[in-house]
């Protein structure tokens, strides 16, 4: 009986504890439970990014980056920005190894240089992808997917290029020649929108038209303009016919894009034979997507590909034959040997979310980073050497019949993106883990957890499974607490084992945050806020403990707490004073430039 009643107060205090906690987090004063909730996402995939792309039957095969940097454009006497003929020889380039598809992560719409250099740079795309031997009779043009098919069955390469973002129906058109230009380019390639507003966070892998309408309404919203007549034409398209949902109806064009990742990604499928259980995967689905249509647009939801944005997966795991060819090739620094280091060992695991969760623009923050990017990557200059020397055969194994993604690296672009795994990357790399992604997960990708309520007068609370998950680990959290003090103020508790308790609690505190995180995970969903539940650990502990006569551990928790708190704000302070624009990582060398030097 006695028993009973001490669990009925310890559930009692832990509803209240949590209720309050609730309510701080949807008030969410000076945004701290977005930013830690950010800094949770952070947290979660540096320490889950050693255990990508390894699971059982995993594709070998990564996407190779190639990376025109500076120490590429002055190797090659090219100035800034490259003229089309640099482009022209790079494609040549890459489709001589026959890889599966080419990726350019530019857009080329520059009026700048001399008509017959653009004009040479689209009949070379053009050979690249056999627009002369598309099938006849087919409007190989009317849809990515239908101009991607086409390619595939004439035996060419896919060549992605990028186009810019918002459409034109939305925004200004900056001159005649660019316009004439990307048609031309989308008359023998595949552009792919490169921008989006939510980059690099998320993305995503399908572009509709409604997308772009709801997104460009978001946008004059904050600026408190009104919507061009144009784009709300987006939303709407009257054509006869049913429509395929509220607000859309089909029209001849192309009623959709495919991001870059998805677009190489639907080639892997395209060139992929045909299994038995091609009705379970996400190739099998997009082989049996129709090209064009009305049914397109309602297949598509039946893909399992999030229904909004998703976030990128990141690995940290760099190609071990990679990194060996890398010793061979490169004069390597001192970081990029540490890239073994990153084991799949708990202990690994253990500390770098010690980094993470005690430092956030502090200097041991570095010691989290992964020199070595996860896809294999090649300056452009060493690899054209290369694939004339006697490492031609190793070289080729990285582009033959992969995806081959091409992007700028240059110390006066403004293509950089920052991640938490590898710190500041070219943005080329983040198109690649995108598509990695899809190659390693299908539709499992990443996103957020469920609404609770989907239809009815609750659904405008928006409380989703993922905020449930939250309040139940906060409470097991005040349960486990508040049981603890009563066990701690017991009559006849020695000093020693009272230490031996709040260890364990914390301990069992960690374990109920790492249940979390691996349901998570298991789900597909964005992680837990691990970070807010982490203080709120803390602070439930130190105050609840507190009140216990004659012991002191409670003041020295506050005091250390307070200690790293004050270092962590003055060391944000030094660094907000002190900084500088981030500089991109040096030029990698050859063995024999540094020989030379």
């Not at 409470?475 to 066990?487: G, K, M, P």
Request: a neutral charge; aromatic letters at 8%.
């Amino acid at each position: 009986m006695q028993l009973r009643r001490e669990l009925a107060a310890c559930f009692v205090v832990a509803v209240i504890v949590t209720a309050i906690a609730a309510i701080i987090a949807v008030l969410d004063p000076m945004g701290l439970d977005e930013a830690s909730d950010r800094h949770s996402a952070g947290v979660v995939g540096r320490m889950t990014a050693p255990f990508y792309g390894g699971e059982p039957g995993a594709p070998p095969h990564r996407p190779t980056v190639v990376l025109v940097s500076d120490a590429t454009l002055q190797e090659m006497a090219t100035p800034w920005p490259p003229p089309r003929g640099f482009y022209s020889d790079l494609v040549r380039t890459l489709a001589a190894e026959r890889p599966s598809a080419i990726f350019l992560d530019y857009m080329l719409v520059s009026e700048f240089g001399e008509p017959s250099e653009r004009q040479a740079f689209i009949q070379t795309v053009g050979e690249v992808t056999r627009v002369a031997d598309w099938p006849k009779g087919a409007d190989c043009r009317s849809t990515p997917l239908h101009k991607l098919k086409c390619i595939v069955q004439a035996g060419g390469v896919p060549v992605i290029l990028g186009k810019q973002f918002p459409p034109d129906q939305c925004g200004p058109i900056t001159g005649k020649t660019m316009s004439m230009d990307m048609i031309a380019q989308d008359g023998v390639a595949l552009l792919a929108p490169l921008g989006w507003p939510d980059l690099p966070d998320a993305y995503r892998p399908v572009l509709t038209r409604q997308d772009y309408a709801a997104a460009m309404n978001d946008a004059y919203d904050k600026q408190g303009a009104a919507l061009m007549e144009s784009c709300k034409a987006l939303r709407t398209i009257e054509v006869p016919g049913d429509a395929t949902r509220p607000g859309f109806a089909w029209h001849g064009g192309a009623q959709y894009d495919l991001s870059p990742a998805m677009a190489a990604y639907a080639v892997d499928c395209l060139r992929a034979p045909a299994r038995p259980d091609d009705g379970k995967t996400l190739c099998g689905a997009l082989r049996a997507l129709p090209t064009e249509g009305p049914a397109f647009r309602e297949t598509l939801d039946r893909l399992g590909l999030p229904a909004e944005k998703t976030s990128v997966i990141w690995g940290s795991r760099p190609d071990p034959k990679k990194l060996a060819l890398d010793h061979r090739i490169y004069a390597v620094s001192k970081e990029e040997k540490d890239c073994d280091r990153e084991t799949r060992s708990p202990l690994r695991l253990l500390s770098v979310g010690f980094v993470q969760l005690s430092s956030a623009i502090g200097e041991h923050e570095a010691a989290a980073k992964v020199a070595c990017p996860y896809a294999p990557t090649f300056d452009y200059a060493v690899l054209r050497d290369e694939l004339s020397g006697p490492r031609a055969g190793e070289v080729r194994g990285y582009l033959t019949g992969r995806t081959v993604m091409v992007g700028a690296a240059q110390s006066g672009n403004n293509d950089w993106i920052s991640n938490v795994v590898h710190g500041r990357q070219p943005g080329v790399q983040f198109h690649a883990m995108a598509y990695d992604n899809l190659v390693r997960l299908g539709p499992n990708l990443q996103r957020p957890p469920p609404d609770v309520f989907e239809d009815g007068p609750l659904s405008d609370l928006n409380l989703d499974w993922g905020e449930v998950l939250e309040f139940a680990c906060a409470f097991s959290i005040a349960l486990l607490v508040e049981h603890t003090r009563r066990r701690v103020e017991a009559q006849g508790v020695r000093r020693r084992d009272v230490l031996r308790k709040i260890v364990g609690l914390f301990l069992m505190s960690c374990i109920v945050l790492t249940t979390a995180v691996i349901f998570t995970q298991t789900r597909h969903w964005e992680p837990v806020n691990i970070v807010g539940l982490f203080g709120f650990t803390i602070m439930d502990g130190v105050i609840s403990f507190w009140s216990i006569e004659g012991f002191s551990w409670s003041a020295i928790l506050c005091r250390d707490a307070v200690v790293v708190a004050w270092r962590n704000g003055v060391r944000k302070a030094r660094a907000l004073l002190r900084r500088r624009p981030a500089s991109p990582p040096p030029p990698r060398t050859t063995e024999n430039e540094a020989s030379s030097s």
